[in-house]
C-alpha cells in the first residue's frame, strides 16, 4: 500500500506536528510501516548532534522504518523566524530543488504511511518566486489540512482549501484541532467546516492538557485514507 500525504495548516501554531504524530502513530497501531519528512524547519537548538527541530523529532519518534534525523528534517535552521528568511541569514539558498531530492528519498523507502509536513501555512515562500506549495504539487502528494479552530478559522480554512484547489491537488481530509478552547459556537463553528470543506474530516481534537502522539490518534479517523 505506499501512501503518501503532504500536512498544510491553516497557518502557523495550529497543530500540524500534534496531529501529523497523531495520524502516524494511528497507522502503526493499524500495523502499517511509517515514514516521515519535515523538509525545512527553522526555530531549532543547537545540540552536540548539530541543530534539531522538536516538531522533526516529533514526528522522528512516530516512524517505524530506520531513519536518520538528517533525512527527517533535511533542512534546519536556528531562528524561529520564515524558513526562507532564516535560510538568507544562513546563506543557503531555499528552493524548490534543495527540498526535492531529500523528501523523494524518504519517499523511495516504500513505508505505507509517509506524511510530509509543511512549515506554517499553504504559501509560504521560498526563494525567489517560488513557494513550500510548490512541493506537493511536484511531488503529486494529496494534502491533509490541519484547521488551527480559534476564531477566524473558517475564513482561514476556505481560503487554504481554494488555494489547493486552484493549484490542481486534492484535499484528502481535514483534522479539527483546538488550539483556543475558548472558541465561541465550537460546535456551529466544527458545523460550517463541516459542511463547506469539500474532504472528510478525519477527526476533532480537543483541546489536550498533553497533546502526545498517543492521546491524538485516538481522535483520528485514518479510515477515509487507508
Not at 537548538?45 to 530506520?66: F, H, I, K, P, V
Not at 513550500?132 to 476556505?158: E, K, Q
Request: proline share 6%.
Amino acid at each position: 500500500m505506499n501512501q503518501a500525504f503532504f500536512i498544510a495548516g491553516t497557518d502557523t501554531e495550529v497543530g500540524k506536528t500534534t496531529v501529523a504524530a497523531g495520524l502516524l502513530h494511528a497507522a502503526r497501531l493499524a500495523g502499517l510501516s511509517t515514514a516521515a519528512v519535515k523538509p525545512v524547519a527553522s526555530g531549532c537548538a543547537l545540540t552536540a548532534q548539530g541543530l534539531r527541530n522538536d516538531d522533526a523529532l516529533a514526528l522522528w519518534a512516530e516512524c517505524s522504518l530506520s531513519l536518520s534525523y538528517d533525512e527527517i528534517n533535511p533542512l534546519a535552521f536556528e531562528p524561529a523566524i520564515a524558513p526562507h528568511l532564516a535560510a538568507l541569514e544562513a546563506g543557503r539558498i531555499l528552493d524548490l530543488e534543495a527540498l526535492l531530492g531529500p523528501v523523494q528519498r524518504v519517499l523511495a523507502r516504500g513505508a505505507d504511511f509517509t506524511l510530509v509536513e509543511g512549515a506554517g501555512g499553504w504559501r509560504v515562500p521560498l526563494a525567489a518566486q517560488a513557494n513550500l506549495s510548490d512541493l506537493p504539487l511536484a511531488l503529486g502528494l494529496p494534502v491533509i489540512l490541519v484547521v488551527g479552530v480559534r476564531l477566524g478559522c473558517i475564513n482561514h480554512a476556505l481560503l487554504t482549501a481554494e488555494a489547493i484547489a486552484r493549484d490542481g491537488l486534492p484535499l484528502v481530509g481535514w483534522v479539527a484541532n483546538l488550539v483556543d478552547p475558548h472558541t465561541a459556537r465550537l460546535e456551529a463553528v466544527l458545523a460550517t467546516l463541516d459542511a463547506r470543506l469539500p474532504a472528510p474530516c478525519l477527526g476533532q481534537v480537543p483541546w489536550l492538557a498533553s497533546a502526545d502522539a498517543t492521546s491524538v490518534a485516538a481522535h483520528l479517523n485514518l479510515a477515509p485514507l487507508v
